[in-house]
């Protein structure tokens, strides 16, 4: 059964940080680039982060979190990372991971080129 499963999201104060994961099951992570994207209330989901499928290959960041954020992959665990630290209020929102193959071509940024979705967790920041 194909599968993303994310975890490790909740409330936290501005300020602080959180690490995402994304578990995939059912999937070799090697043949799939990822991106995490989230939604906040009342808006459309948006992209965060993205990386190739290449262990150190490309990585590309929502202006908004540039800096802040940091996208990273073990392959040999099938898991998928966010590190967010120096939170905002404004990063609050459902965060989900997404894989698409690693033969696609397009703007990371593009959802529907995305094959694979998680059910999304939530991140609060507010004090």
């Known amino acids: 059964q194909l599968q993303l499963v994310e975890s490790g999201g909740g409330l936290v104060q501005p300020g602080g940080s959180l690490r995402l994961s994304c578990a995939a099951s059912?999937?070799?992570?090697?043949?799939?680039?990822l991106g995490w994207f989230r939604q906040a209330p009342g808006k459309e989901r948006e992209g965060v982060s993205f990386?190739?499928?290449?262990?150190?290959?490309?990585?590309y960041y929502a202006n908004s979190v540039k800096g802040r954020f940091t996208i990273s992959r073990d392959n040999a665990q099938n898991t998928v990372y966010l590190q967010m630290n120096s939170l905002k209020p404004e990063d609050t929102g459902v965060y989900y991971c997404?894989?698409?193959?690693?033969?696609?071509?397009?703007?990371?940024?593009?959802?529907?080129?995305?094959?694979?979705w998680g059910q999304g967790t939530q991140v609060t920041v507010s004090s």
């Open positions: 997404a894989l698409r193959p690693r033969t696609v071509v397009a703007d990371w940024r593009d959802q529907r080129r995305y094959t694979y």
């Open positions: 059912g999937f070799t992570l090697d043949y799939y680039a």
């Open positions: 990386m190739s499928s290449r262990s150190g290959g490309n990585t």
